[in-house]
């Protein structure tokens, strides 16, 4: 090898170990260079015209179950969420009311200075995908102020002067998608989503922290607990609904994700929304627009206070049919930009999808009540009035289903994604003696169908006459900053998706990588200057393989598996 080749050899392999970490961006708005942006306006235009003299159809979405379980049942959320899922996730979301006796503490500090960032919507044009312009910074209480009147504003012009208690939520509904499908009236509102609840607040007690790792207490400035592990999170049978009992229960959504039964629990570094829960203050017409969870993970929303928020869900057995019927319905706008679901910035009719044979099911979520979104689920909504919410994402074991293909998803649209799947199945692999029995096999054909993969595209890689290098082992004990900054310097540059067991780089570019999948667009350098870097040899993945066919005999023939199949 001749000096010159040798030094940017090494330049690209040591920019792996070197380069300063890639800061997580939001996705980028998906541009068809091939599309005419002014015919598109101009015909949007018409359409947008022509809906103002065409009458909606309206149909009733059904409702989603209600779920009331007993103090029993209560006792564990992981568990009671698995005990109904067979039934719950055919409807995509569903609502849980607490036993009588649960009443949280009231937490949400209206008197706090901290001023709250909000986005405008124009419910109008909720239909056109774009995003939301900044609004205005409000604290807590100059918020409410002006989500109460602009409310009372609302029902006087529209409804008269009566009390907002007596105004139906069916008219309010209808007003709501006459705006959004036909645009004959307008409104604008401001909504202060995905707030920080570590900057700001969250609405349940501070969260006991003997669960946490010693690190991940450390980056919340947390001392942690002497003398206490992980399995003391759910409070005794008979501390239920005491003074501690909310700083300690998993119904409290800052202890949820943390629980072993969540299989997340094995991210250590916080990630707002997905480990840590956002918190949300809305107003009338305040709107979360279709989307599925980051990774298609499960999520669970609190209402702490105020108005209903309204719910809509469609199950992940109906998910290709969903996107099906809102490319037919806003066709203009998917050819514009064809991701815009990733950026839950479009709205959609539910009597428009359910016109397309699309399942749509409604909720009422008020105050003291839970909604669960199962994965894979698209969901949205609106809030009847002033509300504050909270959210966070989990995972039971069944996510692993769905984890592979929001990873596929995201791989076509260069979506960055949060978690890595990869990544996450073999940190799980690595503790799986806390899964139960039946999970193994999902697991376990996860790992192969990765593995099976990976070894196909070496193959592939090396009949170009790549050289290759062995970098160093992965380390699977957890997910932590460490692993999270790592994995962000061996991004694709194409598909924006970390490459975990491979990587090809090119001494033309010390920056970028590719995977296996997008080496061969990486650049045009003959394929003798390109190396492939690895992170476990071939023997080692073989050997994995090995252990999990093993795996996969012994308990699939014995074991009653009903989600051993991926989704297809």
Not at 189 to 203: P, R
Not at 547 to 563: E, G
Request: with cysteine; proline share 5%.
């Amino acid at each position: 090898m001749s000096k010159a080749r040798k030094s940017s050899y090494n330049s690209a392999i040591d920019s792996m170990e070197e380069r300063p970490k890639r800061r997580r961006v939001k996705t980028c708005r998906y541009i068809d260079d091939t599309y005419e942006n002014e015919e598109a306006r101009h015909i949007q235009q018409a359409l947008a015209n022509s809906r103002r003299e065409i009458r909606r159809e309206t149909y009733d979405a059904p409702f989603a179950p209600t779920y009331y379980p007993t103090v029993e049942q209560f006792k564990d959320p992981l568990s009671y969420i698995e005990s109904i899922r067979d039934e719950a996730e055919k409807y995509g979301v569903v609502k849980i009311v607490p036993p009588e006796g649960w009443n949280p503490p009231d937490r949400i500090n209206f008197d706090s200075d901290y001023k709250m960032p909000t986005k405008k919507q124009n419910i109008s044009s909720l239909q056109q995908g774009g995003g939301f312009d900044d609004g205005a910074f409000y604290t807590l209480k100059e918020y409410k102020r002006m989500a109460d009147s602009f409310a009372q504003k609302w029902y006087n012009e529209h409804y008269g002067c009566l009390p907002a208690t007596d105004v139906p939520k069916e008219d309010i509904a209808r007003s709501y998608w006459d705006m959004v499908e036909t645009s004959q009236c307008s409104a604008t509102v401001e909504y202060a989503n995905d707030l920080d609840t570590i900057k700001f607040q969250s609405g349940f007690p501070s969260f006991d922290c003997r669960h946490m790792s010693t690190a991940f207490l450390a980056q919340r400035g947390v001392e942690p607990t002497e003398g206490k592990n992980a399995d003391n999170i759910v409070a005794l049978s008979d501390e239920m609904f005491s003074e501690n009992y909310y700083a300690r229960t998993g119904w409290n959504l800052n202890i949820l994700p943390h629980m072993k039964g969540s299989i997340i629990h094995h991210l250590k570094t916080p990630l707002n929304g997905i480990n840590i829960p956002w918190l949300y203050v809305g107003m009338l017409f305040s709107t979360f627009c279709w989307h599925t969870e980051d990774n298609y993970l499960y999520s669970i929303n609190y209402s702490h206070m105020g108005a209903t928020k309204q719910w809509y869900g469609v199950p992940a057995s109906s998910f290709h049919q969903f996107e099906k019927a809102a490319k037919e319905i806003l066709a203009l706008v998917f050819k514009e930009t064809p991701d815009v679901l990733h950026h839950m910035t479009l709205q959609v009719g539910p009597s428009q999808l359910i016109g397309r044979n699309v399942p749509v099911y409604q909720i009422h979520q008020d105050p003291g009540t839970f909604v669960v979104t199962f994965p894979m689920a698209y969901h949205g909504g609106f809030s009847y009035g002033f509300n504050i919410g909270e959210a966070v994402n989990f995972a039971i074991p069944d996510w692993l289903r769905y984890g592979a293909h929001a990873g596929e998803k995201y791989r076509m649209f260069a979506r960055p994604s949060v978690l890595n799947f990869d990544r996450l199945l073999f940190t799980i692999k690595h503790n799986i003696a806390e899964l139960p029995q039946w999970a193994h096999v999902l697991l376990a054909e996860e790992i192969v169908r990765v593995i099976n993969h990976e070894l196909y595209s070496r193959g592939n890689i090396r009949k170009q006459g790549v050289r290759e290098k062995f970098l160093r082992k992965n380390n699977f004990d957890c997910i932590d900053d460490e692993a999270c900054d790592y994995d962000d310097k061996r991004t694709c540059y194409l598909c924006n998706q970390a490459c975990i067991f491979s990587a090809v780089v090119c001494g033309c570019d010390n920056v970028s990588v590719s995977c296996a999948a997008h080496f061969h667009r990486f650049c045009k350098c003959p394929m003798a200057k390109k190396v492939l870097i690895t992170w476990s040899t071939d023997e080692d993945l073989n050997d994995i393989k090995r252990r999990m066919a093993v795996l996969i005999n012994s308990h699939k023939p014995t074991l009653k598996i009903k989600y051993a199949k991926r989704i297809g």
